[in-house]
């Protein structure tokens, strides 16, 4: 599908160059393996009874996910099928209580994964060592956003419910994403 809107672009003159041709496929690429992603989860968040949780957690996700980087699947297609497995099971195991939620160990489990090993680099995606610094300190400013946060949540005794513990879920599912990426960086020799 993306093929034929870079034909289309090239024809109306937006591609001038082969460079350009590859940032866009590339992009388009992108921008269809997440709204696949998006769909087969919220498919299944809706399924499962947590459509609006959901919201939260992928919300809560993204917003670490972005500077901290992480595991990569070796395709699209593999990244899909492997993000949404591990969104659904522990979906799974949050609804049939074989994960329960305990705040301080998911919020400690996040700092040392972010804090020691976040952002993580892929041997397909390399930046600049200044773009790197530049991930590191955002990761580590959204590391103390979100700490507060859960501290004051807790001070202020919120509520536990389930959209609660999908925002602790989203915090779950980034230590879990940074630390397969550091672990398959050190056992395939730093991703090559």
Known sequence: MYKIIVNKMKLHHLILTEEDEIIFRYGLELLLNA????????????????????????????FLKKNTGGYHAESHVGCILQFNLFCFLLFLFYRYGLLPIHETGILSLL??????????????????DEQFQKHKKACLVKLAFITALCICLRLFHVTQ???????????????????LG???????????
């Not at 696949?36 to 399924?47: H, M, R």
């Not at 040392?112 to 041997?123: G, N, Q, Y």
């Not at 989203?170 to 230590?175: D, T, Y």
């Not at 550091?182 to 090559?192: P, Q």
């Open 35 to 62: 709204l696949v992603s998006v769909s087969v989860l919220l498919t299944i968040s809706a399924l499962l009874g947590y459509f609006n949780e959901t919201i939260i957690f992928y919300l809560t996700y993204l």
């Open 111 to 128: 700092i040392i994964s972010v804090f020691f090993f976040a952002p993580l680099e892929d041997k397909n995606k390399k930046i600049t």
């Open 161 to 179: 419910n389930s959209l609660y513990d999908f925002f602790y879920l989203g915090l779950l599912m980034v230590s879990i994403t940074v630390l």
């Open 182 to 192: 550091t672990l398959k960086k050190y056992i395939t020799k730093d991703g090559k």
